[in-house]
């Protein structure tokens, strides 16, 4: 993995990508730090949200790398779990959002027209703030992704498929004499270990995390994170959490949202120490939030 | 006086004891509210209840009982020649002393016993209307009185009222529990009367249903038979043929509207459904016999097909559409119970819009559903003018939806209207079916309503 | 995605991709289905409307045959004498008998004069009388009289009867038919508006039938099912919601309202006629009985409408009233209820509405017989509309099929005004908190 440590990025290969930062610069808001990384796996561009005529994400530029953990951090209503939404486009759910700008997942927009949802979700899964296994069995759970998409041919190789999932979200030997038992009868830490597992077995790029352990007890969450510094090695991973602490564990960079304007974004050890905005500071040393 | 009258005068009487308890309460006071312990209109209210509710009770019993009364009276002045009459007969004389009184027209002819009979029941009706104004009035006229008196500073007078409204509350509350008390009972012991004439197990395991004959003893041959298994199979088919209807349309068009329509779409169809679900049984009952039954005989006939022009598919098929509205209204509402998370968390697996109805959201609704269906099915059971209008009264004993057969509620409605004696066990019967019905539509939604309830809770 | 370049053989997307056709097609089916049942259901709905309308609409007509009656004394043995006794007795029947022979002279044989007499409705006598008796200056004098045709006569006109038919399978005989095209050549015969169908009572005379009692009968138990229901399903909605402690005895209630809710119609029909009928001894077939069943049948719906209303109240106002000092009771009415008392009158109307179609209850308590006379009061031997609908739709007579239907689409005018002022004044006052 490869930063740009200058705060003013040198011309990189794609045009459009200075330019938008030229335009981020004379903006009064404009986001502080380095906003692109060379080869991301998605880059988004002028992002803009609206609920109905409400602006809930304005101009956001920021590009997520390859097998990075990217944490969004930010006091609550500041915008970062609707721009997360915005990278598996989980917002077409709701009727009234609508979104503008760019996102390329590897240089395809995924806003596109014609760009289809169903496959992009496979690539881009998402694990949700409260832990929402269907009403199934364990098994069942982890096999739903694999089986709707068709990625296996017999129930010998769903099998695996279930078994690989399950261990690598470290939950196999807590759950494997009972794999027929319903899903919601697991503890809350567990449950959210079985979305992760249920995610991992469609075999995604990117994995959104949406304030995954804002329901779970301290050990709960300690099991979680240690599970999301595993997957970096597989897997891109976008997080969004309401506790610095967290994002300081397990992240690599840091994006710090407010009021809708991604502020500044940066090397998570650089954003916690010695952060460049006002706003940024304010908010980690506590003094709102 | 006429009751009517009456009941304006008690009116009035009410409003004045109103008036003139604030006033009493007023002057006492020195004309300073902060005298008083409630407000000077509770005193009003307070003098007012004193006022009406005593009258109004001793009204109700009146009339209640007034006609039993006098009905009785007059049968013990009845020459010895008629009072010796066997009782059913008995009825019928004081029935046409009734009309008589009437005026309407009188089923034999009038013989000077019972003109005097009928003189003597005007008489005393005369006398009764007469004392009720006076006890009715004079009732009213003493609980001003005695409120009048009562009024004095440190009444509790708002409490005593709230009391008493209190009491109209609960007892408003309760009449749900007497009504099924009510229901119970009347059906109960008219069943069993029913159950004393013919054993119970005749009824419920005997196969031939026919109770035409059994009305007059000295008939031959005039015992019916109540053996009820073809009305409860005929009962049983159609509302299979109704739910094998409403069923999947009620769902799939539950989940259409909730998950595909458009906002649009959804605000034209929903008033359509309601209005599907708000016509009268009595108009499908007509639309059945009328164009629908014909129908499916025609193309019955066409394909060569013997069809009975009373089938029990052409009524099954209407009951269907009028269950639909039912069906698709409480899968919408459990369908819209399931979580957005749930679907979300579908939705971010990359299952398309199917996917996530079939496979999440229904197995999640399904304990909701379930429910819904069972109260459909209760409902088809207990529905009456659709197969009164379009099933027969023949009590044929088959699985085949294109013969007639008969129902619980058909033939209740048979034995039941016209004039019949209330002891013969033709009229008895039609109690035990509804005995029958009353328990199975009251299993089936005790269950119903205990799954839905738990539904709802899983996810609230 | 669609990105081919992108793609590695073998990979996840790819066999993401193979299956997406598939997917999509039973994506597509299953919509296909969901439309499908809503279209049924519509269908259903606009089949039904399209055969009561098309099959209805004729009865607000009726044919009339113009008569031209000699009110002559001698004719009508009046002698001079002209009290109203003796005029209310004269053989009306015969002068239009005699009138119908003036003006087909060459009808000499007993069979045929029949025949003859049958094309004008019985009601044409009692038409005459009435105009007599209300105008007696009319005799010695010769009159233009419209007068009903008979229902057999009016279905050949309205074209429902097929002049193709050999003569024996038809309910019109060719003289018949030959004696109204004649009558139609000179325009004594024509369709008016059916003003009967509105006015008159029930009768075995299909144009002399009308659905004014049925009507009254309706509105006579309604009255007394809002009367009663009403205050008592608001009432135990508030004690429910509002003052109700959890006991078992206010479980026991609930389950009690919601179970009644869903107990079939028929069953507190024969609750009324056990107990208002054999119990009470009231008399059967009389709208006060009616009302009392619907009323039973109708509270639980209105407890449940009523206590959503008071739920959506929110507790913010309870406790502000609370806080200055108020009474609970007092809170109850003075704040809570009126802000719930539009969600209340909406429950009430479709109580009503349910109330007005119901008929099964009411075969039980006998409001079925055939009643010619039009209900004055409460106490009166009444039917209600719909079982008017259940009687009429048993006749033979082609004629009252028409006549049913119309009195459907009457009493459907009414249940749909019903439920769409329930949603105006749900639309008016709804409020978000």
Known sequence: ?289 | MHLPTLLFILALLCVFSFWIGKRRALIIADGKHCNLHSLPGYYGYYASLWCAIPALVVLVFWTGFESSIITTLVSRELPVALQSLPSDRLNLVINDIQNLVSGNIVSGEIDPAMRAAADHYQHLQQISQAALTVVVLALAVLGLLLAYRQIHQAQRARNWVERVIMFFLISSSSIAVFTTIGIVLSVLFEAIRFFQAVPISDFLLGLKWSPQMAIREDQVGSSGVFGAIPLFAGTMLISFIAMLVAAPIGLMAAIYLSEYASKKMRNITKPLLEILAGIPTVVYGFFAALAVAPFIRDSGEWIGLDVSSESALAAGLVMGVMIIPFVSSLSDDVINAVPQAMRDGSYALGATHSETIRQVIIPAALPGIVGGMLLAVSRAIGETMIVVMAAGLSANLTANPLQAVTTVTVQMVTLLVGDQEFDSPKTLAAFALGLMLFVTTLVLNVIALYVVRKYREQYE | MNNGAKIKPGSTMERVNANLAKRYAKERRFRRMGLAAIVISLMFLGLLFGSIISKGYGAFWQTYIQLEIHFEPEDMDLHGNRSLEVLSAVDYGGLVKRTLREMFPKVKKRKEKRKLYGVVSNGAAFQLREMVMNHPDLIGRTVQVWVPADDDVDMLIKGHIDRHKPESERRVKDQQIAWVDELQRVGKIEKRFNTTFFTAGDSREPELAGIHGALMGSIFTLLITLGLSFPMGVAAAIYLEEFAPTNRFTDFIEININNLAAVPSIVFGLLGLAVFINFFGLPRSIPLVGGLVLTLMTLPTIIIASRAALKSVPPSIREAALGIGASRMQTVFHHVLPQALPGMLTGAIIGMAQALGETAPLLMIGMVAFIVDIPANMMDPATALPVQIYLWADSPERAFMERTSAAIMVLLAFLISMNMLAVLLRKKFEKRW
């Not at chain 1, 949200?49 to 920021?62: P, S, T, W």
């Not at chain 1, 832990?131 to 982890?142: A, D, L, R, T």
Request: aromatic share 6%.
């Open chain 1, 1 to 289: 993995m490869q930063f740009n440590t200058q705060v003013v990025s040198p011309v990189t290969p794609l045009m459009v990508c200075t330019d938008i930062e030229l335009i981020a610069a004379h903006d009064n808001r404009k986001t502080v730090g380095k906003i692109s990384v060379t080869n991301p796996r998605m880059r988004c561009r002028n992002v803009n949200v609206f609920y109905g005529d409400k602006q809930a994400i304005n101009r956001v530029n920021l590009d997520i790398g390859r097998h990075e953990v990217i944490a969004m951090i930010g006091p609550s209503g500041c915008g970062k779990s609707t721009f997360l939404r915005c990278l598996n486009r989980m917002n077409d759910t709701i009727d009234s959002c609508r979104v503008t700008g760019e996102i390329l997942l590897d240089d395809q927009d995924i806003y596109d027209k014609k760009l289809d949802v169903v496959p992009l979700r496979a690539q881009v899964g998402m694990v949700f703030q409260k832990p929402n296994p269907f009403p199934k069995s364990i098994y069942e759970n982890v096999a739903y992704g694999p089986r709707i998409h068709g990625l296996v041919s017999s129930k010998s190789d769903l099998d695996v498929v279930v078994e690989s999932s399950l261990c690598r979200a470290g939950l196999w030997d807590e759950v494997k004499d009972r794999l027929d038992q319903p899903g919601t009868g697991l503890s809350g830490g567990q449950q959210q270990r079985l979305c992760i597992a249920r995610t991992i077995a469609v075999g995604p790029e990117v994995i959104l995390m949406d304030e995954p352990c804002s329901a779970l007890d301290p050990i709960a969450t300690a099991k979680i994170e240690g599970l999301i510094d595993e997957l970096r090695e597989e897997y891109t991973i976008a997080i969004v959490t309401h506790s610095m602490q967290q994002a300081a564990r397990v992240s690599q960079r840091t994006a710090y949202f407010h009021l809708g304007d991604l502020i500044e974004v940066g090397e998570t050890n650089q954003i916690f120490t010695n952060p460049q905005h006002k706003l940024t500071e304010d908010y980690i040393t506590g003094r709102f939030g």
